[in-house]
């Protein structure tokens, strides 16, 4: 067979290591064996009844058609609402684009943005489709390496050290994944100076806000409004197969922001937008609520039983659903140790190679999106697991 040649820029995107993980744990599952999953990234709570309730009774009409491509008016305009009562800030629904989840919305910000050869800052360990994506549009994506003594999170100096002649950009998630750290309002402000002073840009990812347990979350749009700001359905409002998120442009990038969405995807899923007009109703906020206290709850149990196992955990999380925790009182390779654990004691985690290269031997992710029962009884198989490496 004649192998046609494709995108060298394809070729160099990275897979996720999860993946393996995942399957394998299907296949257990399958043979009949429990599997205490801590690996996924996404809330195991089902989409709020009212917003199902909404998606429902549209669907009903089947009138399921393309809306305009920047979203539906009415739910921009909740969403709008949204920023005043959350973080005292006022934007204008123009500004708002709906897009499928924050993937859509960190692609349009992203092809907005940069050129070929373009460099983007960043912090590893960190999501890693941005420097995915950055490839794809041909931009160079420059790791920032965050340590427990940034709290794993960038600065201005960082930033600011970091800064070369090609960088056009930052792009920055506070709480993060895989860390579940935060940057505080001043740090923010400095980091958004910092930016302008060079002429640059700031992709702030705030798809784990309202996912928080100690501070306030503090959004990029309190210090400017030449930013670009990234939300979701996905997290906190439990909605990731809706695929449906936001990202907030400044005016100069409307018509650009337009004219991709118009392109890239002609609209966001127009059932998840219908479904969407419920999120932020005063019965889907106090379910909301409800959850981000369990939430709170499993971060506890889990940062404890990790800590009593000998695990060392840099950051407690401020938010998000993750511990990313150091393994390496127990082993130099970490994803070695993840499929081992699946295959022994049936604990499924991420491991540290989905988030980077720094480091990434050294730490597994473990996400606190199960029951607390769940989350037990992995810490137990997982204190089994360690007892039977040491003998
Ligand atoms: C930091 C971060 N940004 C963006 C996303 C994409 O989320 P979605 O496309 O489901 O909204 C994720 C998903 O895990 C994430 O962790």
Redesign the pocket.
Known sequence: MIVKKGSARVDRVSPFYVMDIMSRAKTLESKGRHIVHMEV??PDFSTPQPIVDAGVDFLKKGDVHYTEAQGLLALREKIAEFYTQQYNVKVSPERIFIT???????TVALATLIDAGDDVLMAAPG?P?NSNLIGLLGGVSCFIEASEDDNFQLNAASIASAWGDCTRGVML?SP??PVGSMVDGETLKEIIQTIDERNGFLIS?E??HGLVYEERAVSALEFSDDVFV?N????FFGM?GW?L?WVIVPEHAMGAANRLMQNLFIAAPTHSQFAALAAFSGETKDILLQRCDEFKQRRDVLYDGLIELGFKVPVNPEGAFYIYADCSAFTNDSYAFALDLLEQVGVAVTPGLDFGMTYAERYLRFAYTTSIEEIKQGLEQLALYIDSRAK
């Not at 499928?100 to 960190?106: F, K």
Request: glycine residues 16%; charged residues 15%.
């Open positions: 990234g996404e499928p989840g924050a993937s859509g919305a960190l999501y489709c998630a993060s994944n990812d798809i784990y990234i979701s359905f996905s997290k990731t695929r998120g």
